[in-house]
């Protein structure tokens, strides 16, 4: 009676019977490198939704930079109308389908400009650098004040001294309080701020980027919120 050929396959030249150890090994060999790979795809494609993600927050003028699909835009526009849970999360994940639709040009580009949203561009870090530079100037220098109007001649200088005058006026107060406090045995915090601090610093770097008297802001609120920090 004949022996039943015994089922299998060669790999590399050698036969690897079916159910032997060798089979198992590379079964489980193959399978890992699927897992792996399937692993992979998912995590890049979950990078690529929450990017979208992200780009539904982009100020305008960086987007139009980005000449995105028109079905893109809309993706992301619609997103932005849903407030149902459910619908919004069905939607983003349309957006991310889109999103791998993308060349990884056009990916580096979306990072650049949701990177240059959060820190701000070289330009706009120069002008708030030295904006800061002529606000601190101008409080403590009176003289200040005249070398800057010969830089930018059409700034308000009723408004600008009004700002100077206040800013200062708020230091003295903060400076006596905590005077006040080390003489009790107490030290207060470093004093927040006042408005017209803020206020001086917007009105310079309005003239530095040319914006003055313009609907147009001076700089991304976040970026002056991090420059009222330091």
């Known amino acids: 009676m004949s022996r039943k050929p015994t089922k299998g396959y060669f790999v590399r030249g050698k036969f690897v019977a079916e159910g032997s150890e060798?089979?198992?090994?590379?079964?489980?060999?193959?399978?890992?490198?699927?897992?792996?790979?399937?692993?992979?795809?998912?995590?890049?494609?979950?990078?690529?939704?929450?990017?979208?993600?992200?780009?539904?927050?982009?100020?305008?003028?960086?987007f139009k930079r980005l000449q995105l699909s028109d079905q893109l835009i809309d993706a992301l526009a619609e997103a932005k109308r849903i407030t149902n849970f459910e619908g919004k999360r069905r939607q983003l994940q349309y957006v991310g389908k889109l999103m791998r639709k993308l060349t990884p040009e056009q990916v580096a580009a979306v990072k650049q400009a949701l990177d240059e949203q959060r820190n701000g561009s070289a330009s706009e870090k120069m002008s708030l650098q030295v904006a800061e530079q002529w606000r601190d100037r101008l409080i403590v220098e009176e003289a200040a004040l005249s070398i800057w109007l010969e830089h930018f001649p059409g700034t308000d200088v009723q408004q600008l001294r009004t700002l100077m005058r206040q800013v200062r006026k708020d230091d003295a107060t903060a400076i006596a309080?905590?005077?006040?406090?080390?003489?009790?045995?107490?030290?207060?915090?470093?004093?927040?701020?006042?408005?017209?601090?803020?206020?001086?610093?917007?009105?310079?770097?309005?003239?530095?980027?040319?914006?003055?008297?313009?609907?147009?802001?001076?700089?991304?609120?976040?970026?002056?919120?991090?420059?009222?920090?330091?």
């Open 22 to 62: 060798l089979d198992l090994e590379l079964k489980a060999e193959l399978k890992g490198t699927y897992d792996s790979t399937k692993t992979d795809l998912k995590r890049e494609s979950d990078a690529l939704q929450d990017l979208g993600k992200e780009l539904m927050t982009l100020r305008s003028d960086l």
């Open 177 to 230: 309080k905590a005077k006040e406090a080390e003489a009790k045995g107490h030290i207060l915090p470093p004093a927040k701020k006042g408005k017209a601090y803020r206020e001086l610093f917007q009105l310079l770097l309005a003239h530095i980027n040319g914006t003055a008297g313009t609907a147009e802001p001076a700089v991304d609120d976040a970026l002056l919120d991090d420059e009222d920090e330091a």
